[in-house]
């Protein structure tokens, strides 16, 4: 079971660019959570999808979109780059019908914006 | 909205020894959750122990244990023979009874010294 996978691993954009990171989840799991974590912060929930929807969002503003596919992979939007949005965007997954907090983390994109 | 503080941005401890990582909360809700996380430098975040806030009894895994106190909001935790792969960030993390969203603090970086 290879986990949670988070593809790329690093990526340098430039401010006013867009950026599309990707997350499988573990196998089994069909519930995935984004979040943001600025140097010397903890993790900043973004969205959670499942069922292809937008469960519920996190205190960001729309320049973050998301998507979930049929197989339940998931892919994160940030349009129009900001010198803030650098940070270390972790996915998360779990599956529906299992305990909310048996979520597993994947190891992350480290995004820098110049 | 939910706030975690950790106010210990850096810990040691000496090998075999006990440590204890302080956390605290602000939440009007009764019932929720409450997480400690670990996140060595493989970026990778690991559930290390849960407490549910209607429990009294407080959470034990292993070498890990958490002291709750309700009514003051704390949530510490605590490791017990300290080994050299403890060494990592750990994240205090709240979660409501209903909502998706887990509330992360900003951390504490623990150093295990040989």
């Known amino acids: 079971d290879a986990g949670v996978t988070q593809s790329p691993t690093h990526l340098i954009k430039t401010r006013g660019q867009q950026v599309t990171l990707r997350c499988s989840p573990k196998?089994?799991?069909?519930?995935v959570s984004w979040y943001q974590q600025a140097l010397g912060q903890g993790p900043q929930f973004i969205f959670q999808?499942?069922?292809?929807?937008?469960?519920q969002r996190g205190n960001f503003p729309d320049r973050f979109s998301g998507h979930q596919f049929p197989n339940y992979s998931s892919e994160l939007n940030v349009n129009a780059l900001l010198l803030g949005d650098s940070a270390l965007y972790l996915c998360?997954?779990?599956?529906?019908?299992?305990?909310?907090?048996?979520?597993?983390f994947g190891p992350g994109t480290r995004l820098t914006v110049t | 909205a939910q706030t975690v503080t950790q106010s210990q941005p850096e810990m040691s401890v000496q090998e075999a020894e006990t440590v204890t990582l302080s956390c605290t909360y602000d939440t009007s809700e009764s019932d929720y959750y409450l997480f400690w996380y670990k996140q060595p430098p493989s970026r990778q975040m690991i559930l290390v122990i849960r407490?549910?806030?209607?429990?009294?009894q407080n959470a034990t895994e292993n070498r890990f244990s958490v002291n709750f106190q309700k009514a003051a909001k704390s949530f510490s935790l605590k490791i017990s023979d300290s080994q050299l792969g403890d060494a990592a960030m750990y994240f205090c993390a709240y979660r409501s009874f209903t909502g998706n969203q887990f509330y992360f603090g900003t951390g504490t970086s623990l150093t295990v010294i040989p």
């Open positions: 999808y499942y069922e292809e929807e937008e469960r």
């Open positions: 196998s089994g799991h069909d519930t």
């Open positions: 407490q549910e806030a209607y429990k009294q």
């Open positions: 998360a997954s779990r599956g529906s019908g299992q305990p909310f907090y048996e979520q597993y």
